[in-house]
């Protein structure tokens, strides 16, 4: 197993929400990672500051080590773009996205059963959706799992990107006499939270994160992420 070190400065990304209660829960999340890792930056890829590239840039020449740690559930254009640009630094290393990672399938699993679902329920993955081969690979993995999980089927719809839309994928498997639930795989409340709660299911399961404390099991995930392999940072 590889020797971690500690980090002198962690840098959290996530993509930032104009919604309150995503902020708030988003928020909650940073909170609870400080209690387990230590001092940390919350830091924003689009709509709220600051900036991924502001908080970097404000630590040049302060810190031997830095690691961002986004707070995104797969692979995508901000992570290719740009929390890869903003952190193209000396002394930063970037950790992977959040998802896959069987956590997050057994969050998903408590939030359906919170959501009164049941084995005579069809489920759909309901996700935000991207372009990026590698978050469309991601996503498939954790339909995988969850269909596994689940014990039946579970297809995917998304609400953007490629990939067939959520309402249609809903519309698809509907039967009669059967309802139809929505595994909400988004990290907060927000837009596309909200468009999720439109796309015709019977029922929409909560996002990973809301008001409430955030899940023990997405802290240790994000946790785990915030470690810099030894050898990565002995080559600096």
């Keep these: 197993m590889t020797q971690e070190v500690p980090v002198h400065q962690i840098v959290v990304a996530s993509h930032g929400t104009r919604d309150p209660r995503g902020r708030r829960a988003v928020a ?9 890792v230590g001092p940390l930056e919350e830091s924003f890829v689009d709509v709220q500051e600051p900036s991924l590239e502001a908080v970097l840039a404000a630590g040049d020449g302060r810190w031997a080590t830095r690691r961002v740690v986004p707070l995104l559930l797969s692979a995508g254009f901000h992570t290719r773009v740009d ?7 000396p002394g930063v290393s970037v950790a992977g996205p959040m998802g896959p990672d069987p956590r997050l399938v057994d969050v998903l699993l408590d939030r359906l059963a919170e959501a009164g679902a049941s084995p005579d329920d069809q489920v759909v993955l309901g996700a935000a959706g991207t372009r990026d081969p590698s978050g469309q690979a991601h996503l498939a993995l954790t339909a995988r799992r969850l269909s596994r999980a689940w014990g039946a089927p579970v297809p ?3 609400l953007g990107g490629t990939g067939e839309r959520l309402p249609d994928v809903v519309a698809r498997v509907r039967r ?7 595994a909400d795989y988004l990290l907060a409340p927000g837009y596309f939270d909200d468009l999720m709660r439109e796309a015709g299911a019977d ?6 994160l809301d008001d409430r404390t955030p899940d023990h099991r997405l802290v240790d995930l994000v946790a785990d992420r915030c470690a810099v392999p030894a050898a990565l940072a002995a080559a600096r």
């Design 28 to 36: 909650s999340l940073a909170d609870a990672l400080r209690r387990v």
């Design 83 to 89: 929390v890869a640009r903003a952190a193209d630094r």
């Design 156 to 158: 995917v719809g998304v």
């Design 176 to 182: 009669p006499g059967r309802r139809v639930v929505v």
């Design 203 to 208: 029922r929409v399961s909560a996002p990973l």
